[in-house]
């Protein structure tokens, strides 16, 4: 059983930063795929960031430069940093973990987080 805990979320003014953080615990295979995802009320979940087991990390373009998202393999969790944060990024931020990327980069994980709360303003 595979369960994932985000934090790190908050209220921060426009170009500030914050680092969100997944811990993850379960079955070690579904920890090798893993992402990061936002929500804002009324719109559809994006994909925000996606790392392998061999490390490859994906971005969406609206995060590129801004967002750095990195894994601890001993502590078994996944970070986000997000510097420059705008107000467009306030959301709802849920990490998920699959057995398969690519199910990771299409945003059909089976396990999800119940989300930390990104505020800008």
Request: include cysteine; hydrophobic fraction near 30%; glycine fraction near 12%.
């Amino acid at each position: 059983h595979v369960q994932l805990v985000e934090s790190g979320g908050g209220s921060v003014q426009e170009g500030g930063s914050l680092r969100l953080s997944c811990e993850v615990s379960g079955d070690p295979i579904f920890k090798r795929c893993l992402g990061w995802f936002r929500q804002a009320p009324g719109k559809e979940r994006e994909g925000v960031a996606a790392i392998d087991s061999d490390g490859t990390i994906s971005y969406t373009d609206s995060v590129k430069g801004r967002f750095t998202a990195s894994r601890d393999n001993t502590k078994n969790t996944l970070y986000l940093q997000m510097n420059s944060l705008k107000p467009e990024d306030t959301a709802m931020y849920y990490c998920a973990a699959d057995g398969v990327f690519q199910r990771i980069m299409n945003g059909v994980a089976d396990y999800w987080g119940r989300g930390t709360q990104v505020t800008v303003s």
